[in-house]
């Protein structure tokens, strides 16, 4: 059984930053972060292997948030991390920490555990 567990969500204004937080137990293989914003499609955010040597390889990002965001991790601490700059007002959503089934390059396919999620609202 994996549980994931998000935090540090908040209001930021455009332009700001905001560092999330995802505390992991159980096995993972691949991680990723993933958001929701009201009325709208789940979007994936982020995409990588879970302790594995990253020299050969870069994390999926959408296009949207490439340049912008970085997911990283401290695996001593079991935790995933999603540092999130310059946000836009329509960064605003929920924010999931997620296992992830396969990932690629260009697309990532999540998988059967999720976080409660933190909110993110970036004010205009």
């Known amino acids: 059984q994996v549980q994931m567990v998000e935090s540090g969500g908040g209001l930021v204004e455009a332009g700001g930053s905001l560092r999330l937080s995802c505390t992991i137990s159980?096995?993972?293989?691949?991680v990723g972060w993933f958001r929701q914003a009201p009325g709208r499609e789940r979007e994936e955010v982020s995409c990588?292997?879970?302790?594995?040597?990253?020299?050969?390889?870069?994390?999926y990002y959408s296009s949207s948030v490439k340049g912008r965001f970085t997911i990283s991790m401290d695996v001593a601490k079991n935790t995933l991390y999603l540092q999130m700059d310059s946000l836009k007002f329509e960064d605003t959503g929920m924010y999931y920490c997620?296992?992830?089934?396969?990932?690629?390059?260009?697309?990532?396919?999540?998988?059967?555990?999720w976080g409660q999620g933190t909110q993110v609202i970036v004010s205009s």
């Open positions: 159980g096995l993972v293989t691949a």
């Open positions: 990588d292997n879970w302790n594995i040597d990253k020299t050969y390889h870069s994390p």
């Open positions: 997620a296992a992830v089934r396969a990932w690629g390059g260009s697309w990532c396919l999540v998988g059967d555990y």
